[in-house]
């Protein structure tokens, strides 16, 4: 049985640390000694795995986007069929667990650093990059190349919207808002319409 050396799970601790801390303090309010207390340690022993307050926000964006790109993933391995597939990126991409106005405002703080942050600005690309891959995977089955660009852009701009409008109003925008919201435009935007209106994947 393969074992996990101490330092790999030290770094994932702080790493998710981090995030958690950037959901109640946003990237101005979260310091290296704010994670380190969130964890009982010190600021030093977070200097010992992480170079600095940038290296450590930046592996913490990495750790959650990975969450999410997980969460996709285990949704389109079930997946048997274009439509299935479509659902699985929207449904993933609202998963209940990340879908919060906490994590929200996390990702809202981090995305504010990208014009700033070159590594940020990689990590972005890499998250549209994959993205509209895995759109465009189910899409031209669905529709004629020429209008795939199209809807995936649709897509994408309009689950980022509602992320947005979940961490920036106060009422919120429940899950089954956003997704009946993405659903309507499918039903609109594909050939048949989209008759499940939810996916059950």
């Known amino acids: 049985m393969k074992l996990t050396r101490i330092s790999v799970i030290r770094r994932r601790e702080l ?3 981090a995030f958690e801390v950037l959901q109640k303090e946003g990237i101005a ?3 290296l000694e704010k994670v380190a207390a969130h964890t009982n340690s010190s600021k030093g022993i977070v200097l010992h ?3 600095n307050k940038q290296e450590l926000f930046e592996h913490a ?3 959650a986007n990975s969450q999410l790109r997980d ?16 659902s699985a990126i929207v449904e ?3 998963e209940e667990r990340f879908y919060q106005p906490a994590t929200c405002h996390a990702w809202l703080s981090l995305c504010a650093e990208v014009p700033r942050e070159p590594q940020f600005t990689r990590i972005q690309k890499v998250i549209h ?3 509209h891959s895995n759109l465009m995977s189910a899409l031209t089955d669905l529709l004629p190349r020429d209008e795939c660009e199209e809807v995936a852009l649709a897509l994408t701009t309009l689950i980022d919207g509602l992320w947005l409008r979940l961490g920036l109003d ?10 009946n919201q993405v659903y309507a435009y499918l039903d609109h935007r594909l050939p048949g319409g989209w008759p499940e209106r939810r996916g059950n994947i």
């Open 170 to 179: 106060s009422g919120g925008i429940s899950r089954e808002t956003a997704l």
């Open 92 to 94: 993933g991409n609202f």
């Open 129 to 131: 990059a994959r993205m």
């Open 61 to 63: 964006m990495r750790e």
């Open 29 to 31: 309010g979260a310091t």
């Open 71 to 86: 969460a996709v993933t285990e949704r389109l391995r079930r997946a048997k069929t274009p439509r299935e597939r479509l």
């Open 49 to 51: 795995y992480f170079r």
């Open 15 to 17: 790493r998710l640390a």
